[in-house]
């Protein structure tokens, strides 16, 4: 079983940046798709960056160019930088992990609200 614990959510003005950080149990994370989601009230949840176990990374149109996804596979982390926020970047944002890569996300964690004001 892996545990997936998320941080680094708040409140911020448009324009603002945030980091967030998904920390993981488990001694084959390095193996592991991460992936970041986030859903906003009354919306689907999106997928908003991923990266594989070899530094592959994706990103979702809305946030190309704004957001960053990293992992540190010694501290067992993922990390999501979000830069030039938006409203609309308002969500719960939770990470999660594909264990075969196979594009099926097994474990998720609980997420960390991020509130951009206007």
């Known amino acids: 079983q892996v545990q997936l614990v998320e941080s680094g959510g708040g409140l911020v003005q448009v324009g603002g940046s945030l980091r967030l950080s998904c920390a993981a149990s488990?001694?084959?994370?390095?193996?592991?798709?991460m992936g970041w989601f986030r859903q906003a009230p009354g919306k689907e949840r999106e997928i908003v960056a991923a990266?594989?176990?070899?530094?592959?990374?994706y990103y979702a149109d809305s946030v190309k160019g704004r957001f960053t996804v990293s992992r540190d596979n010694v501290k067992n982390t993922v990390y999501l930088q979000l830069n030039s926020l938006k409203p609309e970047d308002t969500a719960v944002y939770c990470c999660a992990a594909d264990r075969n890569r196979d594009g099926t996300y097994d474990y998720w964690g609980q997420g960390t609200q991020v509130t951009v004001s206007s």
């Open positions: 990266i594989t176990w070899d530094d592959n990374t």
């Open positions: 488990g001694r084959i994370f390095s193996t592991y798709t």
